[in-house]
C-alpha cells in the first residue's frame, strides 16, 4: 500500500530565508541565491512512524528508499513513477547492498558494489534520474557542474553518462585522486568533459560555485542563465537520498529495541548530514559518530566552539582531504546557526571562508554527533588490524569509520552499530598492499577502463598560495570558462 503524500515541502537557501522552493525547482538550480545551499527547516521534515520503520526489515533498497524519499516528493513526482525511478536506481544486479556482521553488535553496511564501488553511487543514480525526469517534463536541458575529491565524479559521470538532456563537466585536483578514479571520469566521452585543475580540493570546489554562481556567464553562452545546476553534495538532489541508506542499515541489524550507532567518515559531510535528517525522520540513532582524516576542523570546532579553516593535509582516505565542508554549512543551520563564505563582489571568490554569524545550538550537537579524526599512520594500522582480526579489507576510508567507532565504544563491540564502508579496497590497491600486504583485485568495471583513451581538459593557471591555503585565483577562472566556452560553442 503506497503512502499518502504530505503538501509540497519549502526549501530555502542557507544565505537569504525569503527564497522558498519546490525540490523541482531547487534541484534545477543547483545552489541556491546569495551562494546558499537549499536546505529543509528542522520542524518541516517528515516524520515516519515507528511501525513504519520496523515494515522496512524485509524490504530491498529500492523499496526502502521509496518509503523514504515519497514523504518528500509525493507532492511533485507521482508515486507510481517515483517507484518506478527508484526501481531502476537501485537494481539488485546494478547497485546490490550489504549489511555484514563483523563481531559482538557491530557491522559494515558496504555501500562499494555500484557502477563506480562508491557510496557516490547511491546519490548520483538518482540524482540522474530524477533531473532527467524533471528536464523531459519541461522540455529543457541542463549543463551539472561537479567538483569532485575522488569517488564524486566517478558517480555522477556514469549515472549522467548519455542522458539526453544533461551534459557533465567535472572538476578534479591534479595529482590528488587515484589513477582509477580519474578514468572513471576521463575515459566515458560523450556528454562528460572532465577537467584536472592546478590545485585542492577546495580549490575545485570553489571553482565549480563560481561557475555556477555565475548566471551572466551561462546566459552568454547558452542563452539560458539557469543552464549551469550541480551533482555536488551540495545539490539537494544529492542530500535527500543519502537519507536512505542508513534506514536500509537499521532495517537489517539486530539491533531489538535499542538505537543504533552509526559511524559515518566524512569528508564533505554529505554522507554525514543524510544520516542527521534520518534521524530527524524518526530513525533510531544513539549517536552520530562522524570520522575525518588529519583534517580536523569540525572535531576541532565541536570541542571548542571556534572554526577555523587551516591548509588541507593530504590524506590515504583522500575523498575525504576537506579542510571546508560544504554540507557543514547545513549542518549549522540545522542546529539553528548560520555560516557563510565571504567573498569578493567582484569576482564570487571566498575571501574569507567559514564565518559563522550565528552560533548553532552547541550542546545538542555535541549531544548528538561525536566526531575525531585519524592520523594517516592509523589508516594503514586499522586496515591492518581488521584484516588479521577478520579477515574483511577496508579501504582508507572505511577505516577511518571503523578506527573512529573503535575509540568511541572503547573497543567494546557490545552496542548496535553500523559502519558506513564507501568504496572498494580495489579503488586503493596501494594502500590497501601497505597496510595488509596483499593487493586487492581491480573491480571488473575499472579493468575495462585501465585500457581505454582518456579525454582530458586541464586547468594550468596557478592557484593563489596564501597562509591560509591555497585558493582559487582569477586566472583560474577565466581559463576554465574560456575552455567550457571552447567545447559548447
Known amino acids: 500500500m503506497l503512502l499518502t503524500a504530505m503538501g509540497t515541502i519549502s526549501y530555502y ?10 525540490f523541482e525547482t531547487a534541484l534545477l538550480k543547483g545552489m541556491a541565491s546569495n551562494y546558499g545551499l537549499y536546505m529543509i527547516a528542522r520542524k ?26 515519497y514523504p518528500f516528493l509525493g507532492s511533485e513526482i507521482p508515486a507510481e513513477k517515483l517507484k518506478g525511478l527508484l526501481d531502476d536506481a ?6 546490490p547492498t550489504k549489511v555484514q556482521r563483523i563481531t559482538g553488535r557491530t557491522y559494515i553496511m558496504w555501500l562499494t558494489q555500484g557502477p563506480t564501488y562508491s557510496f557516490k553511487d547511491y546519490a548520483a543514480r538518482f540524482f540522474g534520474r530524477a533531473l532527467n525526469y524533471f528536464l523531459g517534463e519541461r522540455g529543457l536541458k541542463r549543463a551539472v557542474i561537479v567538483a569532485t575529491s575522488g569517488d564524486t565524479g566517478g558517480a555522477v559521470a556514469d ?22 578514479q580519474r578514468r572513471q571520469m576521463t575515459t566515458l566521452g560523450g556528454n562528460i568533459y572532465a577537467f584536472e585543475v592546478n590545485g585542492d580540493f577546495d580549490v575545485c570546489q570553489a571553482l565549480a560555485k563560481n561557475i555556477l554562481g555565475d548566471k551572466g556567464f551561462a546566459e552568454g553562452l547558452f542563452h539560458d542563465g539557469e543552464r549551469f545546476t550541480s551533482a555536488n553534495s551540495i545539490s539537494l538532489g544529492r542530500l535527500l ?21 552509526a559511524s559515518v567518515p566524512s569528508g564533505n559531510f554529505g554522507n554525514m548530514m543524510g544520516t542527521v535528517v534520518a534521524r530527524q525522520m524518526g530513525l533510531p540513532v544513539a549517536r552520530l559518530v562522524s570520522g575525518v582524516n588529519e583534517n580536523t576542523e569540525f572535531p576541532d570546532f565541536l570541542e571548542t566552539g571556534r572554526y577555523v579553516v587551516r591548509p588541507s593535509i593530504k590524506s590515504p582516505s583522500s575523498a575525504m582531504i576537506v579542510s571546508h565542508p ?25 575571501t574569507r571562508p567559514g564565518i559563522i554569524d550565528r552560533m548553532p545550538d552547541m550542546d545538542s550537537m555535541r549531544k548528538d554527533i561525536a566526531s575525531m579524526g585519524v592520523t594517516n599512520p592509523l589508516h594503514y594500522e586499522t586496515m591492518k588490524l581488521v584484516f588479521e582480526k577478520y579477515g574483511i579489507i577496508l579501504d582508507p576510508h572505511g577505516a577511518v569509520g571503523w578506527r573512529t567507532l573503535e575509540i568511541y565504544l572503547n573497543g567494546q563491540h557490545d552496542r548496535p552499530s553500523v559502519v558506513y564502508e564507501t568504496a572498494d579496497p580495489g579503488k586503493f590497491p596501494e594502500d590497501v598492499a601497505a597496510a595488509v600486504g596483499i593487493v586487492p583485485a581491480l573491480p571488473a568495471g575499472m579493468m575495462k577502463q585501465a585500457v581505454l583513451k582518456e579525454r582530458v581538459y586541464s586547468i594550468t593557471h596557478e592557484p593563489e598560495h596564501t597562509q591560509g591555503g591555497l585558493k582559487l585565483s582569477d586566472g583560474q577562472v577565466k581559463e576554465a570558462k574560456d575552455k567550457i566556452r571552447d567545447i559548447f560553442l
Open 13 to 22: 537557501s542557507t544565505n537569504n530565508y525569503d527564497e522558498k522552493v519546490n
Open 44 to 69: 518541516d521534515v517528515p516524520v515516519l512512524a515507528p511501525e513504519r520503520i520496523s515494515a522496512m526489515r524485509p524490504m530491498p533498497y529500492a523499496q526502502v528508499a521509496f518509503e523514504v524519499l
Open 90 to 95: 537501485y537494481r539488485e544486479d546494478k547497485i
Open 159 to 180: 549515472a549522467l553518462y548519455g542522458l539526453d538532456n544533461v551534459e557533465n563537466i567535472v572538476f578534479f585536483p591534479k595529482g590528488s585522486i587515484s589513477e582509477g
Open 241 to 261: 537520498p543519502q537519507a536512505v541508506y542508513p534506514f536500509y542499515a537499521y532495517s537489517k541489524i539486530d539491533a531489538g529495541d535499542e538505537p543504533f550507532i
Open 326 to 350: 560544504s554540507n557543514l554549512v547545513r549542518l549549522i543551520d540545522f542546529y539553528g546557526g548560520h555560516m557563510y563564505d565571504e567573498r569578493d563582489p567582484a569576482t564570487g571568490n571566498v
